[in-house]
């Protein structure tokens, strides 16, 4: 199976392409600079690196969320567009998984984070059991604050593993003492080639209906609900 992995979750941009469980290649940067603009030339020049023509694609791996609201439209509509297009399928992943997945010699519970603002975060729980990663808890978006005090009644270890996890380092600590530990630094990027590693063993979804896991509204699309609850109720009273 010929695999293209893509990952534009957050800040960091990252693709891989797969021939079964065997990385051919990968891209990985992190850089202040729109993937809109990035994406496809990269996708690309990756493709003629390693002298793969589109047409002999068979999946689609995708990120799907949490993270930057724009970087996941921009990484799944290119997936969905190149599953549709070409014919083949489309799988989408946790971005939160694919940072766990980093991590597979660890015998911790695995925490990966991203900041989503206001001392908020987009989390899991993760551990690798017997050579597969286990979700343990569901992703999620919350306070690190509530995160770190929900994980400490928790027996064990804990991971934190994501460029952002250094904003709440002092938090975890708090609630965790010494039963937190951050990743190596090698794994706190986004690996495009562990999301097709993961990717490979999922079930293909509906290219069509497949939509991003934001886990939180845009913050434009909250306020306007809290300011026209009255349309909320409407919309919801014809709905049922």
Not at 50 to 66: T, Y
Not at 118 to 141: A, C, F, M, S
Request: proline share 4%; aromatic share 8%; net charge negative.
């Amino acid at each position: 199976m010929k695999v293209l992995a893509i990952d534009t979750s957050n800040q960091a941009m990252s693709i891989a392409v797969l021939d079964g469980e065997r990385i051919i290649g990968e891209m990985t940067t992190t850089i202040k600079r729109n993937h809109s603009e990035r994406l496809m030339p990269a996708i690309d020049e990756l493709m003629n690196d390693v002298q793969w023509k589109p047409s002999e694609l068979d999946r689609i791996v995708v990120a799907k969320g949490p993270g930057s609201y724009t970087g996941l439209r921009i990484g799944v509509t290119i997936a969905k567009t190149l599953a549709w297009t070409l014919g083949v399928e489309l799988v989408g992943i946790s971005s939160l998984k694919t940072l766990a997945g980093n991590c597979e010699s660890s015998t911790h519970y695995l925490v990966p984070l991203f900041d989503a603002r206001r001392k908020n975060i987009y989390t899991g729980l993760y551990q690798w059991q017997n050579g597969k990663l286990v979700q343990i808890e569901p992703d999620t978006h919350i306070s690190a604050e509530l995160w770190a005090e929900h994980l400490s009644k928790r027996e064990g270890t804990f991971e934190l593993i994501g460029e952002d996890r250094s904003l709440y380092t002092d938090t975890f600590e708090q609630h965790l003492t010494n039963r937190v530990f951050e990743a190596p630094l090698k794994d706190h990027l986004p690996k495009a080639g562990v999301l097709g590693l993961l990717g490979i063993k999922e079930e293909p979804v509906d290219a069509h209906m497949f939509t991003p896991d934001y886990l939180k509204l845009a913050e434009a699309e909250e306020n306007w609900r809290k300011e026209h609850p009255d349309q909320l109720e409407e919309a919801y009273v014809e709905k049922i």
